[in-house]
């Protein structure tokens, strides 16, 4: 290509102004000279192009093959259906017929799901792939989507291209899907009553009617058939404390694009309204108060205690309106409202027919039926006077041999107690022996067979066991000396933690458990963390399913005794649910309810309106007959862009300058001289012609 440049030896301003009065002369000299001045003005239209300094410049052009930029949505709802064996195979024709276009350089870029809950966002892809296309390079941009985008812009000018926009979009427009909607979710209730939850069954191309599944902590509560398009209420009642696992799942629709969304879960957080305790002493001791103030000190508990210090046998002629004391109420306590408390404590109780037969027969139906009791034993247990003796013999851990050690000893975890979670981890307990203070009494007792003591004293005589009677626990402390470590007796111990657990699990803390199965997503990222507590020596592979129906194996390695753990990186978003034999947990990765999943039909609406400003196109991929339809590709210079069976792109025609020479019309400094020494000689040239 060849082209004029100037380059001014003199500034242009004053090249400028020399040019104007140059102009101005010429003028003048021609009007008062006549045809004699026209070589004056040819002399001065020679200076002022010196001083441009013109040269000729030949440039080598390479024509620049422009881009076209094809944009594949690999999202979670392309996912779904034969959306992506569609895309996939028009991603390969697009590349192949690409590849016969000399004009164009072909760019794809594969788009994943955005990351937390921003969805399907093309656009933003697209400008990262482009930042290194110049605008007039690019020819065209295609998407390969199901059309649910997230970040379209609002307009043409706010857009970051102004190419033609072809969309391809995958799905088919008879899709059909179920889904559950929650309206009123209770993240918390009170534990004992009953909560409220109201949701609707969504539907494109379905029956009118489903069949709705709930589940509590994985076992089946309701089974009712619901309108859909109707919302409709369910009541259940809050179980335990810790989260309550609901489960609400409607029937499955033939051929619907998933069932992912047909389940919706939601964690209730049980909460306690007071824990209510029972506390009754047999006798004023040391380890009294340690029990009072260790249920004092917890703001939610509602601590009733009674200390029994006039037995019936006792008779001293003092008259009833002179004692300070009150009568204990057992009928109250043990026949009207036993089951108000959460956990009753006999603290060095003895039998001393306080209590009739027939209230220790109500102890024990209160605990089968779900209630919790704790035994502290004092010497009182080995005697003929032991609760032992009792109705209350039928649920104890263990029963007294009538032995009673009274020596220094230490009290240590056992084997089971190293992975029992009311004992594992006790600060002090990684030592040996442990670093803690002696206790000073043990009540020998012989534990029921399939009952393993978690803690041992003097002799190896078993110290704190555990039990379970039909749904309700029972725990039997063999000592009175726990207070022992609470005034810091030879460097005292960690009784809050031992006795702050022992209450809990008797009150069915989920954390504190044997047998239990927790998953854990960190943060907004996708990897999960897998727990699994076990009394046993091994744990079994876990489940992991997948919001998708995906199963995988898990395997556990140890991690602590009685805790095995792993991790996973989820490759979907949504609800995964974990099973262990008989064990089911839940873990949400993401967004409860991640936009991929809330709408999942494809849509040729939303992108319309740009692609047509743009002077590009929307069209369906799949045909009635079941078939894909792949537009044409061509160049379109002028005119149209679109058609019916194709799409156009529109070239720049750019090319990259390889090479350039240049060519000066003139010899700078030297030919202004020669200018200058001509314009001398017409000077003499018209003075001697003056004088002639």
Known sequence: MLSLSLAPLIPVPVLWALAGLAALLAVVAVLARGSVALLRVLVLALVLLALANPSLVQEEREPVRDVVAVVVDRSGSQGLGDRPAMTDRVRAELQRRLGTLAEIEPRFVDVPEAGGDEGTRLFTALSSALADVPPDRLAGVVMLTDGVVHDIPANLASASFKAPLHVLVTGRPDERDRQIRLIEAPRFGIVGRDQTIRAEVMERGGTGAAVVTVRRDGEEVVRQSVRTGQPFNLTLRVEHGGPNVVEIEAEALPGELTTANNRAVLPIEGIREKLRVLLVSGEPHAGERTWRNLLKSDANVDLVHFTILRPPEKQDGTPISELSLIAFPTRELFQQKIKDFDLIIFDRYANQSVLPSSYFDNIVRYVREGGALLIAAGPEFASAASLARTRLAAILPGEPNGRVVERPYKAALTGSGQRHPVTRDLPGSDASPPAWGDWL?????????????????????????????????????????????????????????????????????????????????????????????????????????????????????????????????????????????????????????????????????????????????????????????????????????????????????????????????????????ALAAAVLAMWLLEGRRRRA
């Open 441 to 673: 009494r043990l009540i020998g007792a012989e534990v029921r067979p399939g009952v393993t003591p978690i803690m041992a004293g003097a002799d190896s005589l078993p110290l704190l066991a555990l039990s379970r009677e039909d749904k309700g626990r029972v725990a039997l402390l063999l000592s009175d000396h726990a207070w022992l470590w609470a005034r810091g007796y030879e460097g005292g111990g960690p009784h809050l933690d031992l006795l702050r657990r022992l209450g809990h699990w008797l009150m069915k803390e989920p954390a504190l458990e044997e047998e239990a199965l927790r998953a854990t997503a960190t943060g907004h990222g996708r990897e999960v963390r897998v727990e699994r507590q076990t009394m046993g020596d091994t744990a079994e592979p876990v489940t992991v399913t997948a919001p998708s129906g995906k199963a995988r194996t898990l395997t556990l390695n140890p991690d602590k005794p009685g805790l095995f753990a792993a991790a996973f990186e989820a490759d979907e978003l949504g609800l995964h649910t974990l099973r262990a034999g008989a064990l089911v947990a839940f873990v949400s990765v993401g967004p409860a309810n991640p936009r991929e999943l809330v709408d999942v039909f494809s849509d040729t609406e939303r992108l319309r309106g740009l692609a047509e400003a743009t002077g590009g196109s929307v069209r369906r991929l799949a045909e009635a007959g079941g078939g894909i339809a792949i537009p044409r590709l061509q160049i379109a210079r002028s005119g149209r862009l679109a058609g019916s069976d194709w799409i156009g792109f529109r070239p720049s025609d750019s090319a990259a300058v390889r090479g350039v020479s240049v060519y000066p019309l003139g010899l700078g400094l030297a030919a202004l001289a």
